[in-house]
């Protein structure tokens, strides 16, 4: 169920906000590896933040997933499309647990 609309209930300006501001902290931590790698830096330190922001971005993307499930996937079982919701969000898992 590919959905190029918009979702049954929108993000808050909050949750927007809280998402944006999350990954522009992930956008400076790519930065500052950049930096690191420019500057010759030690490899295990430049790995090390590489892990900071895989968990960062995953955390994110719990957190999108977790909204998903309680709105969208949950406003498609009320109307009787709850089998084809959780088929995709599985989908999608699969891919994002990778």
Known sequence: MKHDKHPVKPRTDN???AVVNRLKRIEGQVRGI?????????CV???????????????VGFSVAERHTKHCVSDAVLSGNGEE?????????????K
């Open 85 to 97: 919701a959780i088929e995709e969000l599985m989908e999608v898992m699969k891919h994002f647990s």
């Open 15 to 17: 949750e927007k906000q």
């Open 45 to 59: 330190d430049i790995l090390v933040q590489i892990s900071a922001i895989n968990a960062a971005l995953k955390k």
């Open 34 to 42: 950049q930096k690191m790698v420019e500057e010759d830096r030690y």
